[in-house]
């Protein structure tokens, strides 16, 4: 027999399996939107992120005096359960098709952290008497801060291992220009051959093209870094206290481990997409030149024979 606990939102009351740590937003999610058979716990990366979120809001809301210390500490203790990546199975069954802009995917991650923090304090699953995934959890957000601020600090945290992969590739091409400085080939132009060059002239011009990538990763990191945590719905930082933004820019700064800002300009930030499209078209850029570097051992044979530059 399924043991299951009753929650009830304005729609009515939903059994919700007893020992899950997600309530009734969640459940009605996972049976509205069963589109596309990715889950968000099939993506833990954003699931961390969006912990550290909600562990800067957390204290930046007692830093303004509208989150208790017993609160917040539970709060910020479910969120590291999160960025550890415990509790992660089972508990974030949402689909990543949905409506509401992430609604979903907000809501369920309020409602783990809020369980989560009643074990710790000693309360018991769906007790929101007690703390409650809206009025505390989500406390002085949207899901419309909430969700890109937590996308682009996904995408961030990311960069690091793109970029020393492309470190590596660069250094290594870097070392066969070198070695093959001495060795002619012929240059093609037009799928024609055309004048002579040296290999090593060759892998130097593929490792400048991906000291560009790399530029331009950093680059495009500058801009997501700017984020519209504290815009609330729309922007405007309705029912968003004075100074949180740059308040809980500080914290998450110090959880990420990465320097974000606040966006100069809340509303354009929150409907802004330009550092996602910006982004996808640094990765299309480095595909395809990962794509050309097809480099057919036969055209070096003239280094096998010997032959060299004099």
């Known amino acids: 027999m399924t043991v299951e606990r009753i929650e009830t939102d304005l729609i009515g009351p939903l059994p919700i399996p007893a020992n899950a740590l997600y309530g009734v937003h969640t459940r009605r999610a996972e049976l509205n939107f069963n589109v596309s058979g990715m889950r968000l716990s099939d993506f833990p990366e954003l699931i961390q992120s969006m912990a550290m979120v909600k562990k800067a809001a957390a204290l930046t809301n007692h830093d303004l005096g509208l989150l208790n210390a017993e609160k917040c500490q539970a709060i910020c203790e479910a969120a590291d359960d999160l960025i550890e990546l415990n509790e ?3 508990n974030f069954p949402v689909d990543m098709m949905q409506g509401g802009a992430g609604t979903s995917t907000n809501m369920n991650v309020n409602e783990v952290l809020t369980n989560i923090a009643l074990h710790k304090l000693g309360a018991y699953l769906g007790d929101y008497s007690t703390l409650h995934p809206n009025d505390d959890v989500n ?3 949207s899901t419309n801060d909430v969700y890109p601020t937590a996308l682009r600090l996904t995408i961030l945290r990311a960069c690091d291992a793109l970029v020393s992969s492309q470190v590596e590739l660069r250094d290594a091409f870097r070392a066969k220009s070198y070695e093959f400085r001495d060795a002619l080939k012929i240059g093609r132009t037009q799928l024609q051959d055309a004048v002579p060059m040296t290999a090593g002239q060759e892998f130097e011009a593929f490792a400048e093209l991906i000291d560009e990538d790399i530029s331009q990763v950093y680059a495009v990191c500058r801009l997501l870094k700017e984020v519209n945590l504290g815009g609330s719905a ?5 029912n968003v206290p004075t100074g949180f933004t740059a308040i809980a820019c500080g914290h998450l700064s110090k959880i990420s481990g990465l320097q974000v800002i606040p ?13 996602y499209v910006s982004f996808s078209g640094v990765l299309k850029r480095i595909g395809a030149l990962h794509g050309s570097l097809q480099i057919d ?4 044979v003239p280094l096998a024979l010997g032959l060299t530059v004099s």
């Open 297 to 300: 051992i036969t055209e070096h």
């Open 263 to 275: 966006a100069r300009n809340l509303i354009e930030a929150t409907s802004d997409t330009g550092g």
């Open 139 to 141: 406390l002085s957000q």
């Open 234 to 238: 729309i922007g405007t930082s309705i």
């Open 88 to 90: 992660i199975e089972h």
